[in-house]
């Protein structure tokens, strides 16, 4: 259920978007254990020229860098897990659009299941409906 939005400097590609969202797909479910079949994936795209890192647009550098941003309820995942996300999320994502720049980001917010759902439901409720279920 993470909604994932993925901001890359490249050159709008729908081909690519699907490819990118696929991977960063399968690496949430294999290393956070998310459910693929709720799990949303935006992909945006950046001019080069306009992002800058060090002072220098990535354009001027020649590389390439993306932003990652993931909601995901507190507390679901260990210190490791997210360590071991990070990295392959930027090993992934840089073979699609690398070379990149040392400062690109993944961000991994985690918030309360009673502040966060999808359908109208928090993933609080979810679980409590659930547990009342298997009763």
Known sequence: MPIINLHVTATPDP????????TVTA?????????PA???????YHDPRHWFAGGRSLADQGLA???LDIKVVAGTNLKTELADYLNAV??????????????SYVL?????????????????????AGRLAAA
């Open 15 to 22: 081909a690519l978007s699907a490819r990118l969202a696929a």
């Open 65 to 67: 860098t993306f932003w």
């Open 38 to 44: 709720v799990t949303a994936v935006a992909v945006h």
């Open 108 to 128: 991994v917010h985690e918030v309360p299941a009673a502040a966060y759902g999808y359908g109208g439901q928090t993933q609080e409720m979810r679980f409590v």
């Open 27 to 35: 690496l949430t479910a294999e290393r956070l254990r998310k459910d």
């Open 90 to 103: 930027f090993a992934a994502v840089g073979g699609e659009i690398g070379p990149l720049h040392g400062e």
